[in-house]
């Protein structure tokens, strides 16, 4: 609206079309998307980092990017997109008390909180949860230190939390099947160990090691 407001027109001068965002005059999503990037008050950027950096498989990397954008199948969302398959919309299965939306699923459950200050306890970190699962993956955490593979580790154990506690609430919908946390926790311990082990910066590490202790195997 602003770049509008400074155009004049005049009805002497025949009209033409031509992008003004690009040396060719003609439109290309690069130069919108730069535009809108380069502009003041522009949205968060996305945890790009975060996401496409950590090594996790490409699948799981992708289903983290739906959850950063809030478009996985919660309960909330499939009262939008189809409302009759929305079994119970104001109960999260994993609580029992609250709505399921994407920030309360993977963030603010009373389960999954609970499994995040597991984590933060073993890094010895105090956490504050934060108003959503974007800043969550936003904020540069040195849980496991700034090395390579604390870095590596950090990521592969949240990434992992995020989608032990998605299995977990499909398990509880369409299995009828509930695990309790300590289960969850080591399904993400096992987890992250083991995307962590495929990685380059743990290459000659066994695996059983690595699932030992974390900080141990982090400390340069």
Known sequence: MRSLDELHLSPSVLDARFWPLSSSRLFSVKSFFLALSQSSGSPQDFPSKFVWNSQVPFKVKSFVWLVAHKKVNTNDMLQVRRPYKALSPDICILCMKHGESTDHLFLHCSLTIGLWYKLFQ???????????????MSIKFKGFGTSKRGIVLWQAASIALIRVVWWERNARIFQDKARNSEFLWDSIVFLASLWAFCSKAFKGNPLNVIQLDWIAVCTP
């Open 122 to 136: 073993l890094a010895k970190m105090d956490w504050v949860p934060p108003r959503s699962i974007s800043d969550m």
